[in-house]
């Protein structure tokens, strides 16, 4: 039943990466890029745990940990870079 | 694996899925930007919080510890997340909005997206 479970959340968020590259794509305004490549990093850490999850080891939470990190930082710096067209004044 | 376990890891999973399917759906389907922070800073990252639970139970079953990277994943995610959106928000209104447009913000000074906040405060 899990893998069944496993390939429906993997399914989920699969789609719901290629729904945020079309936003990517398309969006209007710079802030809707960004929030989408946000949504992009949320996505691939879930994706991460679902592949430990599936593989039955502890080792991707390392990688998703250093993901959750990196994104966070790289958001910061694309809207300061927005905001004051300088990211580290 | 009882069977109970397999259920609630299950659930956890499923239910993970269409909450992160719903946050990027609601970022395609709404209408402007600032209706669409809404959706994945809100529900994506539900969903990762349930794929993490998820992941606790199946590793604390498997191997009898229970581990403490996802909680250090959720926790630091349901920090940044806020953070983030307001980061996002105000990359909007200073590219996209004018400050005569706003209300007034009825204080000593106006909103801090444009102007910066006096220096005499005493806590600085």
Same mark, same amino acid.
């Given at each position: 039943?899990?893998?069944?479970?496993?390939?429906?959340?993997?399914?989920?968020?699969?789609?719901?990466?290629?729904?945020?590259?079309?936003?990517?794509?398309?969006?209007?305004?710079?802030?809707?890029?960004?929030?989408?490549?946000?949504?992009?990093?949320?996505?691939?850490?879930?994706?991460?745990?679902?592949?430990?999850?599936?593989?039955?080891?502890?080792?991707?939470?390392?990688?998703?940990?250093?993901?959750?990190?990196?994104?966070?930082?790289?958001?910061?710096?694309?809207?300061?870079?927005?905001?004051?067209?300088?990211?580290?004044? | 694996?009882?069977?109970?376990?397999?259920?609630?890891?299950?659930?956890? +999973?499923?239910?993970?899925?269409? #909450?992160?399917?719903?946050?990027?759906?609601?970022?395609?389907?709404? !209408?402007?930007? $600032?209706? *669409?922070?809404?959706?994945?800073?809100?529900?994506?990252?539900?969903?990762?919080?349930?794929?993490?639970?998820?992941?606790?139970?199946?590793?604390?079953?498997?191997?009898?510890?229970?581990?403490?990277?996802?909680? +250090?994943?959720?926790?630091?995610? #349901?920090?940044?997340?806020?953070?983030?959106?307001?980061?996002?928000? !105000?990359?909007? $209104?200073? *590219?996209?909005?004018?400050?005569?447009?706003?209300?007034?913000?009825?204080?000593?000074?106006?909103?801090?997206?444009?102007?910066?906040?006096?220096?005499?405060?005493?806590?600085?």
């Amino acid at each position: 039943m899990i893998e069944y479970a496993l390939l429906f959340a993997a399914g989920c968020y699969g789609i719901a990466l290629l729904l945020d590259l079309w936003r990517i794509a398309v969006g209007p305004d710079d802030a809707d890029r960004i929030l989408a490549l946000d949504t992009m990093v949320i996505n691939v850490i879930a994706l991460l745990v679902l592949y430990g999850v599936w593989r039955g080891t502890a080792i991707y939470f390392e990688a998703a940990m250093l993901i959750a990190m990196v994104g966070f930082v790289s958001t910061v710096a694309y809207c300061r870079f927005l905001l004051r067209g300088d990211i580290i004044e | 694996m009882s069977f109970t376990a397999e259920l609630l890891i299950s659930a956890a +999973l499923v239910v993970s899925g269409i #909450f992160g399917f719903v946050g990027s759906y609601g970022l395609v389907k709404l !209408k402007n930007t $600032l209706q *669409r922070l809404h959706a994945p800073t809100k529900a994506t990252t539900l969903g990762v919080g349930g794929v993490l639970i998820a992941s606790m139970i199946f590793f604390y079953i498997e191997t009898g510890h229970i581990s403490v990277h996802e909680l +250090l994943i959720s926790l630091f995610l #349901f920090l940044t997340a806020p953070i983030t959106a307001n980061f996002i928000a !105000k990359a909007y $209104l200073a *590219r996209n909005v004018r400050p005569k447009d706003l209300p007034s913000s009825d204080g000593e000074y106006g909103w801090s997206v444009y102007d910066d906040p006096p220096e005499a405060g005493s806590d600085r």
